[in-house]
């Protein structure tokens, strides 16, 4: 093996304070301890008269170049080691500061809980708990974790190349796709020609050698598969993340409120071969929900029902956890990612969003995605994650409405890595990448587009609702309104979810109190190591979560609206990476302490602060969601079942109905919940068309509320000899009349 030369030497000594075009190909700085023992080799120093002469292991990546008394070596050059020889290793002092904040700050966060709440006492032992965190830092009892090296790889050094056939046939099918798609409606022409061009613009751009490699692979029969204790983590991860979004899932939440009866009529019209673009029905919805839940009724067999419309919105809820936990490995290695997931997959916030059915789930099911292979495509140069990062970008607004603002924190990525990037090359392949998920992003945003360009104000109404003053004025200084807004958001994981309880428990912190100070933890963490290295990461972490809080805090016109946990959800992609941040933090100061003791009890102090989390969770959600929801909506399902045992006992269900009356049940939802749907999708009788009912033979049934009682005089008029009862509810103010004529 060639020794190093004084070429070597001087390569690696002048690179880290050369531009990036006159390093070395392939340098990267080492770190302190390899460095110096580099220097050594390169002197002489180290090797003993019987020592062998080996090549140097490859050093770990650093995010430091080394100081100016170690030289830094080219890393394909060959160097001399010696045996290492044993030293006694200085131990760190036990991680007390630290440990007594992160304990300072479980107490602070308990005192945010209700009831009894008192963020006074809260603030004042956050601050001792900051104190304390400080105090461990200056006494080195831990260091801030390092940021994970990013490497240029694969293509990223040369020219993106484009395939131009592919390109232009791509994007003339676009475009004829783009006509074909008025009228809001998918047709077997266009989605086709659509996808089809969808393709050929990703094959133009696409870099194929690991798919190359992974064909040659497998083909040469060296596909290997190894189950390690790691592997049954993740495994044991996924099992919790299912129990915790599917257990209860029929009965939590128990009652389907008025928007899940429109989300019901329109997947009913998907089934009847009606397949719009834009749903305009309730100010307008986008797509994905509907034709999702349609596949499920269609081939679980689950029928038009809360259950249907859960399964459908639960699932894809799983979705962002895969991504979370790749984006935590790739920001701070397997271990960020691995509690990030865990407290994301057992936590309230995530599951009642998910739970309620709606749209919620899809904002961060395709933000954690976008986020992860444009995050990772900055920071490798890879063509084919702003590939992957475009498609999931424009499929997410297909989903729901606040994903909108999503293409804004890309923008905001992209800014960031500018403003701390200084190599010219890497900027202008950053800005390549960008405008190659915008391309892609557009290809797939393509339908809707064309479908805002003819439907303007119906696209986008129920934002202008609350962003502008289309159904109400401002109550006060828009600007202030703003501020205001945003203030409450960013406190929002600490202290008020806001009052919308069909999807939150009103009034509480959205994360659990466990959470909840990792994530302090986690933000002071990020917000000293940008101080004190400029990690553009860092500082797109801290800008990343107002903005993907703002579909929130732009609810000018509605402040009490905001904050909300619905849209806000794409930002506990980010929330839960902080808090994998945090956790792995305090698991290295334990093993830094004791290489072997430290490390397994660093996993048992977090396992078991997870184990307190998840019964938190579960009780936020299992018990304390499930009766706050139980409380606040009306009790369709046991009108449902009146109206079901009726229909059972062979009478028509045309004669069955439901008086309204202010206030009170959804009569769609009755009619949902009988069964009758969608032959029959509204249950309900005027009251003034209660005389009309004479000429239907008998036996007829009628649903009154007990307060209803002009009704039920009518009615009485009508059919002295009816049956009347009251059907008790377990529930105060849930009971209603059955009126029975016989």
């Not at 909840?516 to 990020?526: E, K, P, T």
């Not at 000899?721 to 008790?728: E, G, Q």
């Amino acid at each position: 093996m060639p020794e190093l030369s004084l070429l070597d030497y001087i390569k690696g000594r002048l690179a880290a304070h050369l531009p990036e075009g006159l390093r070395p190909r392939g340098w990267q700085p080492l770190d302190d301890a390899t460095a110096a023992q580099l220097w050594e080799a390169i002197r002489g120093t180290a090797r003993p008269a019987n020592t062998t002469v080996r090549p140097a292991a490859r050093p770990a990546p650093s995010r430091t170049a080394p100081p100016p008394s170690a030289p830094a070596a080219h890393p394909e050059a060959t160097a001399v080691s010696p045996i290492p020889v044993k030293r006694p290793r200085a131990r760190a002092a036990f991680p007390t500061a630290i440990l007594a904040g992160t304990l300072l700050a479980l107490v602070a966060q308990r005192m945010m809980e209700p009831p009894g709440r008192n963020w006074q006492i809260g603030i004042t032992v956050y601050a001792f708990a900051l104190a304390a965190w400080g105090l461990a830092l200056i006494q080195k009892q831990w260091r801030l974790p390092d940021l994970r090296l990013a490497e240029w790889e694969g293509d990223a050094d040369g020219p993106i190349e484009v395939r131009i056939v592919p390109l232009s046939i791509g994007l003339v099918l676009a475009f004829i796709a783009f006509l074909a798609f008025g009228g809001n409606r998918f047709t077997a022409f266009n989605t086709t020609i659509w996808l089809l061009g969808m393709v050929l613009i990703v094959a133009a751009f696409w870099n194929p050698p690991r798919w190359k490699t992974a064909l040659q692979t497998l083909h040469r029969g060296r596909w290997q598969v190894t189950l390690s204790w790691w592997h049954l983590a993740l495994l044991g991860l996924a099992a919790v993340a299912v129990y915790f979004r599917y257990v209860h899932l029929a009965s939590v939440p128990a009652e389907m409120f008025s928007d899940h009866a429109e989300k019901l009529l329109d997947i009913a019209d998907v089934l009847a071969g009606k397949t719009r673009i834009f749903f305009p029905r309730n100010t307008g919805r986008e797509a994905i929900e509907m034709y999702l839940v349609a596949a499920v009724i269609k081939y679980l067999g689950t029928g038009y029902s809360f259950l249907s419309l859960k399964l459908g919105m639960v699932t894809v809820g799983l979705l962002a956890l895969p991504f979370i936990y790749l984006l935590g490995k790739e920001l701070g290695g397997k271990s960020v990612g691995f509690w990030a997931a865990l407290f994301a997959a057992f936590a309230y916030w995530p599951n009642v969003t998910s739970r309620v059915a709606l749209r919620f789930a899809l904002y961060p099911a395709f933000a954690a995605p976008s986020l992860y292979f444009f995050v990772r495509g900055l920071r490798h140069g890879r063509r084919n994650d702003f590939l992957w990062a475009g498609l999931f970008l424009g499929a997410g607004v297909h989903g729901y409405s606040p994903f909108r603002l999503m293409p804004l924190t890309i923008a905001a990525a992209l800014l960031v890595y500018w403003l701390y990037e200084k190599a010219g090359a890497r900027r202008t392949r950053a800005l390549t990448g960008f405008l190659l998920t915008g391309l892609l992003s557009f290809i797939v945003f393509l339908p809707l587009f064309r479908y805002m360009l003819g439907n303007w104000q119906m696209f986008f109404y129920r934002s202008a609702t609350r962003l502008g003053q289309l159904e109400r004025p401002y109550p006060g200084n828009p600007l202030a309104i703003f501020f205001n807004n945003l203030a409450k958001a960013l406190i929002m994981p600490f202290w008020d979810d806001g009052e919308i309880w069909v999807h939150s428990i009103p009034h509480r912190p959205a994360l659990d109190w466990v959470s909840g100070a990792l994530f302090a933890l986690g933000l002071v963490i990020v917000a000293v190591r940008l101080a004190r290295r400029r990690h553009w990461e860092d500082a797109f972490l801290l800008m990343s979560l107002p903005l993907l809080m703002m579909p929130s805090v732009l609810s000018l016109a509605f402040p009490n609206e905001n904050p909300c946990l619905n849209r806000t959800a794409g930002a506990y992609v980010v929330v839960f990476i902080i808090v994998g941040l945090a956790a792995d933090a305090l698991w290295r100061a334990f093993r830094r302490w004791r290489p072997r003791a430290g490390r397994w009890l660093g996993i048992g102090l977090l396992a078991l602060l997870a184990v307190i989390a998840a019964r938190a969770n579960y009780d936020l959600v299992f018990h304390q969601y499930a009766d706050e929801f139980r409380a606040g909506a009306w009790n369709t399902t046991a009108i449902g079942e009146v109206i079901h045992g009726f229909v059972a006992l062979g009478n028509t269900p045309q004669r069955a109905w439901v008086i309204p009356y202010p206030y009170w049940v959804d009569t769609r939802l009755v009619a949902i919940n009988a069964g009758l749907f969608p032959k029959i999708a509204d249950t309900a009788l005027p009251p003034q068309s209660i005389a009309e009912t004479r000429s239907v033979p008998p036996p007829k049934l009628f649903i009154l509320k007990p307060e209803d009682q002009k009704s039920l005089d009518m009615l009485q008029h009508l059919y002295p000899n009816a049956i009347v009862r009251l059907h008790p509810s377990p529930l105060e103010g849930k009971d209603f009349i059955v009126f029975f004529v016989p």
